[in-house]
C-alpha cells in the first residue's frame, strides 16, 4: 500500500512539474472485446490510450521483456564493443541464439539476437556485458523504468522467463516501447525482417519470429513473448496514416487475431488532428516585476488520435508565484487538450525572454 500511495505521489509531481507528455483519458467501448487479460492501444508519440483493458493490471510479462533490455542497452552500451558469451548465458533455458561458449559478439550483432530470435542467451550476454552480471543489469532496467514512468513494473532478469517480482502493466509496456522507439536502430531492427551475416559484419544471418510485421500492413514491430504464467503476448507497432500505434496484448491465446482487431478498431474510429503548431503563441501577462510581458509559445506540434466527430478543447495554465527575471525557452505554463471533459495530452510552454524592473523599482513596487 505504501509503496502504491508513493507511486501516486511522483506521478502528481511528474504531472505538476510537466517534466513529460502525459496522457490521462481511460478509453474503453463496450463494443470491442478484445480475448486478452490485458491490453492497451495508444499512440506513441502524444500516449493517447485509444482503447484499453485492465491496462494497469500488474502482470508476467515473458519475452516483451525485452523491449526494456533493448532500451537500456542501446543507452548505455556501445553498440561496436564485443561481449564474451558466458557459461550462464549458454545453459540458460527457453528461446536462444545458439551463441557458443566464448564467441565474441558486438553489442549491434546481440540486439537483432535479442529480438529477432528472442535470445534468452543474447539477454544475459548484454546484461553481463554492460552491468558485470544480470543483477546489476536488471537494476538499471529498474532506473529507467522509474525515469520514463513505468511505476508499476519491476525486473528481475533481462529476458523476463517467469520469476516472481518480476512484472509489468500493459500501460508501462507500451510507454517503455514508445521510449525505446525514439532510437533509431530500434525502430530498424524490430521493423525487419531478416538481416544476412555479411550486411552488417555479423557471425551469423537472423530471421525476425514475429509474424505481425506480414500479417498487418504498416506493421514495424516489436516483440513476442510467451512462458506458463505469462501466456502468450505480443507488443506490436502500427504505422496508422502516418503515426505509430503501440498495441498490447497480455496473457492472449489469439494474439495475432486480437492485435489486429484493436487495429481496426482504431482505424475505423480515430483521426489525426493537429490541435496547435510548435511556436505558436498562446497565452500573454505580466508577471511580478516583470520589466516585459510574458509570453508563451507551444513547445512541439500537437498532433492527436481523436474519436472520429469528437470536439476537444485546450486549457492554458500558469503559476502566479513567477517572478522576473525568466530566461528564453523556459519551461512555464502547461496546455491542456480534453476531449469529452477528459484530459487527453498534457505538455509544457516554453517562454520569451523576461527582463526584470531595476532593484530600487522593486522596493516601492505595489506587487
Known sequence: MKVKKLNTFICILLALNILSNTTFIKAEDRNLNIDAKCAIAIDSK????LYEKNSNMIVPMASTTKIMTALVAMKYGKLDQKFTVSKNAVSIRGSKVGYKRGEKITLKELLYGLMFRSGNDAAITIAEG????????????????????AFNTHFITPHGLDKEFHYCTAYDLAIITSKAKEYKLFNDIVGTKDMAANQCGFTRSYHNINKILTLIPGANGVKTGYTGKAGKCLVTSINVNGHDVIFVVLNCTPRWAETKKMYNYVVKNYTYRKINSKGNKVYEGNVKYGKNKLELYVSHDIVIPCKNNEAYSTKITVSKEL?????????????DVFVKGKCVYTDYLVSNSVRSIPYIKRIFSKD
Not at 46 to 49: C, E, F, H
Not at 327 to 332: A, E, G, Q, T
Request: hydrophobic share 40%; proline share 3%.
Open 46 to 49: 502524444s500516449k493517447a490510450v
Open 323 to 335: 517572478k522576473a527575471p525568466l530566461s528564453k525557452n523556459s519551461k512555464i505554463g502547461r496546455i
Open 130 to 149: 554492460i552491468s558485470g552480471s544480470v543483477e546489476n543489469f536488471s537494476k538499471l532496467m529498474n532506473e529507467c523504468a522509474w525515469e520514463i514512468g
